[in-house]
């Protein structure tokens, strides 16, 4: 393996997995697929600082183009205390689709470096969905960079969020509710 496409849930969770990918001698190409991010100004605000990311570092990006916002709720309405399975699934089965039709060897995501996802379950629809697309799932457990990445983003002037992305998310943290 020496390319590997890296779905970037944003600029600060990237920076370490990128650097990480890269001291492995990877090919890294980060790819922007989030249609979770609400409202749309936020998304667009976290799309600019992984512009700034890929500009400053030399990383390609792809950028899916649109916003497929109503897939995603779609995706999750009904069930949104279950919601994050679906997002992860609507995401890296995006990516991996991407990660076929360009010819990578493998994709990845910078997911797998917060301590707040599901580790095995990301892990899991990874890899049925690298076998679905026929290109390889890449897991590692970037956690032990969480807070580096942080640090090495603060250093490049990054925009850091205060949630993980979809509007429950941001309702939970600031509304202080639980869905």
């Known amino acids: 393996m020496t390319s590997i496409l890296l779905h970037a849930c944003c600029a600060p969770c990237s920076t370490y997995v990128v650097n990480?990918?890269?001291?492995?001698?990877?090919?890294?190409s980060a790819f922007w697929y989030n249609p979770n991010v609400h409202p749309f100004r936020e998304h667009q605000r976290r799309l600019e600082a992984m512009e700034a990311l890929a500009q400053a570092t030399d990383l390609p990006l792809i950028i899916d183009p649109g916003y497929d916002m109503l897939q995603y709720f779609q995706a999750v309405i009904g069930h949104e205390s279950a919601r994050c399975p679906d997002c992860y699934r609507l995401r890296l089965s995006r990516t991996a689709e991407v990660a076929h039709q360009r010819g990578f060897d493998a994709f990845t995501t910078t997911l797998l470096i917060?301590?707040?996802?599901?580790?095995?379950?990301i892990r899991e629809?990874?890899?049925g969905l690298g076998r679905k697309w026929g290109v390889e799932f890449y897991y590692q457990d970037f956690r032990p960079g969480f807070r580096e990445g942080h640090r090495l983003s603060r250093e490049l002037g990054l925009y850091h969020q205060g949630y993980c992305g979809c509007v429950y998310s941001e309702w939970e943290r600031y509304g202080k509710v639980k869905i």
């Open 125 to 127: 629809l990874g890899e």
């Open 20 to 28: 990480c990918l890269q001291e492995q001698r990877l090919e890294v």
């Open 114 to 121: 917060s301590p707040h996802q599901k580790h095995e379950l």
